[in-house]
C-alpha cells in the first residue's frame, strides 16, 4: 500500500495558476500510474488526469484538458499538478491516487489522503 498527502491548494482568482503536489510513500509508488481526482461540494469524487508509471502518458478529463498538466519524479515519489487558466467550477478539494487505465483511470486504493482545497473566485 502506498500512503497519499496532497499539498498546494489555496485561494486563486479566475484565471490563476496553482501548482499542487502529492508526496507517496512506499517503495511501489514507480510500478503504479498515478491519477488526480476532485471532489466539489455536493457531488461524486471525478477523474481530473492521470500518468503512466514511466511519466511517458497522460491523460485527462476533458474539462481540464489544455489547462492542467500533470508530472512525476519518481526518485521523488511525488506526482505534480499544474493547473493554469482556472475557472470557478475548477473548486473542489484534489486528492491524488493510484490509477488504473482498466477501470478509465478509476482509483486503486480504497485510502485517501487528506486532499488539498482548490478555491477559485469569479
Known amino acids: 500500500q502506498v500512503q497519499l498527502v496532497e499539498s498546494g491548494g489555496g485561494l486563486v482568482q479566475a484565471g490563476g495558476s496553482l501548482t499542487l503536489s502529492c508526496a507517496a510513500s512506499?517503495?511501489?509508488?514507480?510500478?503504479?500510474?498515478m491519477g488526480w481526482f476532485r471532489q466539489a461540494p455536493g457531488k461524486e469524487r471525478e477523474f481530473v488526469a492521470a500518468i503512466s508509471w514511466s511519466g511517458g502518458s497522460t491523460y485527462y478529463a476533458d474539462s481540464v484538458k489544455g489547462r492542467f498538466t500533470i508530472s512525476r519524479d519518481n526518485a521523488k515519489n511525488t506526482v505534480h499538478l499544474q493547473m493554469y487558466s482556472l475557472k470557478p467550477e475548477d473548486t473542489a478539494v484534489y486528492y491524488c491516487n493510484a490509477a488504473s487505465p482498466r477501470t478509465g483511470w478509476g482509483p486503486i486504493f480504497d485510502s485517501w489522503g487528506q486532499g488539498t482545497q482548490v478555491t477559485v473566485s469569479s
Open positions: 512506499g517503495r511501489t509508488f514507480s510500478s503504479y500510474a
